[in-house]
């Protein structure tokens, strides 16, 4: 490889976007990438991936999205797409390079590859986010027993063929902003997928301000619901239960986020809001060591209704607790 007026680390489309911008400049740019291909990690979203933005807002510079394609082109037409915008622009990566190490070299940038090194005035680092999943782990992960499948891996739902599980969000009205009745909402979708007979499994996220609510839905949806949990409120309740017609309840299970903070957010703009009423600034996320909350429940085989709910707390300020039942 011999030396370039800038070198571009990733194949993705800003990796792509950033060699045609410089060409255009008249600049002549190195692109190296890892894989053998271009929009490597395009390659390896889920199967039925599509954009959520719509054709005419994504196009790189230069080409627009064919007309040809849907308004939210799925994962294997952007890879098509970014194989044939480099090749019109005639952008060649040197492929199945690694890049280890980029140091300053008096006025210029040495890049370190598997294969040489090469140096330029300019580096852009284009490898984006997504390209090295976080596997968080923490203590008592070693107790549950199911599977822990990163959303990374996940690319169709085959190996879940015949479990049937049916998750329902619904919007509580008290003390927000108006919306369609979610206990009619419920009603419909309980009596299109019943439990057991449509479904081995029920999850009801009960999305709303108030405690009543959110007790409300959890007897509405007795005995025809796994779980109804709560949300939105941020702070983990204790009353987790199962009622008597035998789904579990929590009023909320809590954030995950850092709780030396309200409800998430650093302490210093909510304080000033609610003690002055200035808004003087954004909210801001808190950003110290975060407690994993949830629920978990097990479930009988035969009715889908709950045997066993307690709670989850992992990590940061909170004090910790795992289920009982996730030991073996």
Known sequence: MRDADAIIVGAGPAGLACAVTMQAAGLKATVLEKADGVGAVWRRHYDRLHLHTDRNHSGLPGM???????TYPSREQMVEYLETYAARFDISPVFNTTVSRVRRDGARWSVDTNGSTISAPLVVVATGIADAPYRPSWPGSELYR????????????????????????????????????????LERELAACPLKTAADAIIVDMHGEATSEKQAMGHFCDGRASLVVG?????????????????????????????DSIIGMQKDEPLRRFTTGIPSGRFEPALGVATLSGVAVETDDATGLALKIAPVRIGGRLEPTLPGFWVA
């Open 64 to 70: 627009a999205m064919p007309n040809a394609f849907p």
């Open 146 to 185: 199911g599977a822990v499948v990163h959303s990374s891996d996940y690319r169709n739902p085959a190996s879940y063929q015949g479990k049937r599980v049916l998750v329902v969000n619904a919007m509580g009205r008290v003390f927000m902003d108006p919306l369609d009745d979610p206990f009619a909402a």
């Open 231 to 259: 949300t939105h409120t941020h702070v983990p309740t204790a009353d987790h239960q199962i009622l008597t017609g035998g789904t579990a309840y929590m009023t909320d299970a809590g954030m995950t986020g850092d709780y």
